[in-house]
């Protein structure tokens, strides 16, 4: 059975920075691309940032191109999205998701003064 776990999640002030890890299990993590979205209050999860198996093509989203970061160890079957210069508009609970089928619980991301 899949699971994916996100963790790192917070309050954190802007212009900060945080990094968030999706842990996973139960499926050949190497063959799946992976990707993060978020969900704000009153709004529709978003895609973020995506990154394929072997991490050669990564796209982003215009709201965090240039300020997030994704990336992945296949090694440890891990998924990571690295925020910087975080704004109150990127408060939302942030989920990764392999391929087109597996979703983690998500991670609460808070940014305010």
């Known amino acids: 059975q899949a699971q994916l776990v996100e963790t790192g999640g917070g309050l954190v002030q802007p212009g900060t920075s945080l990094t968030l890890t999706c842990t996973t299990s139960?499926?050949?993590?190497?063959?799946?691309?992976m990707s993060w979205h978020r969900q704000a209050p009153g709004k529709e999860r978003e895609m973020v940032a995506d990154?394929?198996?072997?991490?050669?093509?990564?796209t982003y989203s215009d709201t965090v191109k240039g300020r997030f970061t994704i990336s992945r160890d296949n090694a440890k079957r891990e998924s990571y999205l690295t925020m910087n210069y975080l704004k109150p508009e990127d408060t939302a609970v942030y989920y990764c998701?392999?391929?087109?089928?597996?979703w983690g619980q998500g991670t609460q991301v808070t940014v305010a003064s």
């Open positions: 998701r392999a391929g087109s089928y597996y």
């Open positions: 139960g499926f050949t993590f190497a063959r799946y691309s």
């Open positions: 990154i394929t198996s072997g991490g050669g093509t990564i």
